[in-house]
């Protein structure tokens, strides 16, 4: 992740429409100490399973969705390892991904057919719920993409901690990161208390609250880049 070439997000005026291809740009640098894999997802399981009662079915299911998502997503780790957050995915590690389990299924297909069609199944029925889930989803996801601010920007995804104030020092060094580098971050705060806690560090509401089939009202929040903050 160090040394990369840093992708700016274009500052322009708003586009109209649905979200272009290339929309978000990935941010491929950072001061991130490393941390391995089975730490990063033992913080966010423990974060997000904090505020929520979950039984061990979903814990192992945030497992699996969180192993995947910190493999192609930019992570940001604080320096104690014990708060963690992911930006913007990186298009070529998806692609990898799902090139990898692709090869994978069809080797395992065919030598051992009878294990690799246990592994699909095994795989929709754990993912099962989570994609109906989904798909009640839809359009309480696509009235938050509507909610576009002008621009480029990159997505802020699941930040979590474990230290009470780690996840703050983090997004306090993300921000600093996004005005160094003039980007304009974008998240979805899951509820209205934690819209209050992003405000703290500079992002605004984009609208009103959004329900969720499951209860929470997302809020969309952008922190614009520093020289369109300037503007506003
Ligand atoms: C949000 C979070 C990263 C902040 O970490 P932190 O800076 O180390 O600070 P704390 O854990 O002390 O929490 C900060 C504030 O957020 C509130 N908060 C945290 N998660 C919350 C949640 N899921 N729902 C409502 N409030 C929440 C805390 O009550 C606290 O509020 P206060 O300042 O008014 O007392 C951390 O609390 C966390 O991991 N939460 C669970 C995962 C989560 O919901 N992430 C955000 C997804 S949008």
């Known amino acids: 992740m160090t040394g990369a070439r840093l992708v700016p997000p274009q500052v322009g ?8 291809k290339g929309d978000i ?3 491929g640098t950072g001061s991130t100490p490393r941390y391995g894999l089975r730490r990063l997802v ?22 699996v969705a969180m192993t995947v998502s910190l493999c192609v997503y930019e992570r940001r780790v604080e320096v104690g390892g014990c708060a963690a957050c992911l930006l913007s995915p990186r298009p070529a590690r998806m692609a990898g991904g799902v090139a990898a389990t692709v090869l994978m299924l069809g080797a395992v297909g065919a030598t051992h057919p009878v294990v690799a069609t246990g592994l699909v199944v095994g795989v929709v029925l754990v993912f099962l719920p989570a994609a109906a889930r989904a798909v009640r989803a839809l359009p309480a996801k696509r009235a938050l993409r509507r909610m576009r601010p ?29 005005d160094d580098n ?7 705060a899951e509820n209205e208390h ?11 509401a984009l609208g009103a609250p959004v329900s969720m089939p499951n209860g929470e009202r997302f809020v969309r929040m952008w922190r614009p880049a520093a020289r369109q903050a300037r503007r506003l």
Do not use: M, T
């Not at 930040?159 to 600093?176: N, T, Y």
């Not at 934690?194 to 605004?204: D, M, P, Q, S, T």
């Open 13 to 20: 005026p708003p586009p109209s429409g649905e979200r272009r």
């Open 25 to 27: 740009e990935v941010c």
């Open 42 to 63: 033992g913080v966010e399981v423990r974060a997000f399973c904090r505020f929520r009662q979950r039984n061990v079915v979903q814990r192992v299911v945030l497992a």
């Open 150 to 178: 002008p621009g480029r920007h990159i997505y802020l995804h699941s930040l979590a901690s474990i230290a009470p104030g780690a996840g703050s020092k983090l997004l306090r060094s993300v921000a600093q990161e996004a």
């Open 182 to 188: 003039e980007w304009s971050l974008v998240l979805d």
């Open 194 to 204: 934690l819209a209050k806690f992003y405000e703290r560090f500079g992002f605004i």
